[in-house]
């Protein structure tokens, strides 16, 4: 059975152009059902696990916290996300467990097969979370697709555009200068596309176009895949460019390649990452923290 059961020739156009909705039946696995759910848990490596909590206000970005699990078990990590308001992320599950690894090459695959698109740097990814919990406005540097596996989730996706995002907002972060996060307003909601993500719905959106989410009240399980192309590199290389000229007070635009300046800032990208020019800003979370002391509501 494929993975996504509306391919048409429209959404084959428009994959990682455009932000677009599709079906698919990953849902349908067991490998999402709760004692898949505790075994992934158990296997993934414990120092990789991220553990959040947040506020309730979607503009108070400031209120994301990191935390620990600890040595709790797999069914404890699943009791405390249905318990709490908690966010597990498990980054790069491709990465540690074979059949996650398996469930990669297989989305891909069929990508690739139905747009011709190739991708690479792929990082599947696990998120379990609460009740109400959030993602606060902010954005990515490659390419995303969030699939919906258990509950309700709320996706607000916005134009690459000020004054949703600005150059040079995209650029710090490009630069890793600053966090993904962005300041947010509540009038910005009215340029949003918004898709109400359900068992079996997937939304992939424009590269660094901005976005937030909130979940329903019910625990939630979502897939996300980033990757990139060749196309989403070479932009990403052109904005770090962009960055490190706007430095020395130039005012860069983002060219597409073939443009001869977006080749000149790839290759101006590439020294100046060699070179070290760029300091990033350390952008990891400590702890602030531990599941084991009590479950975050």
Sequence with gaps: MSVI?????????????????????????????????????????????????????????????????????????????????????????????????????????????????????????????????????????????????????????????????TPEQIERVMLKETPEQIDFRRDMDAAAQVFELTPGKMVTWRQNAPHRIENGPMLNVSLSTEFMTMAAAMRANVIFANGVLRKAGIQPRIQSVPHPAALAKVGLARVAKAAGLVKPFESKLSPSFDLRDGIPT
């Design 5 to 165: 059961t509306d391919w048409t020739p429209a959404k084959a156009e428009a994959f990682t152009r455009e932000t677009i909705g599709f079906e698919h039946s990953l849902h349908e696995r067991a490998m999402f059902d709760d004692e898949g759910l505790i075994s992934l848990l158990d296997r993934y490596p414990r120092e990789h696990l991220g553990v959040f909590t947040m506020g309730h206000d979607p503009v108070d970005w400031k209120t994301w916290r990191a935390g620990s699990a600890g040595d709790l078990s797999g069914e404890q990590l699943l009791r405390a996300a249905m318990d709490g308001r908690i966010w597990l992320n498990l980054r790069h599950t491709n990465d540690f467990l074979p059949e996650y690894a398996e469930l990669e090459r297989e989305i891909f695959a069929e990508a690739e097969a139905q747009t011709g698109v190739r991708t690479f740097k792929r990082d599947l990814g696990i998120l379990i979370s609460s009740a109400n919990a959030q993602v606060f406005y902010h954005l990515d540097t490659p390419l995303v697709a969030l699939w919906q596996l258990r509950g309700h989730k709320t996706a607000w996706v916005y134009p690459v555009e000020s004054p949703h995002v």
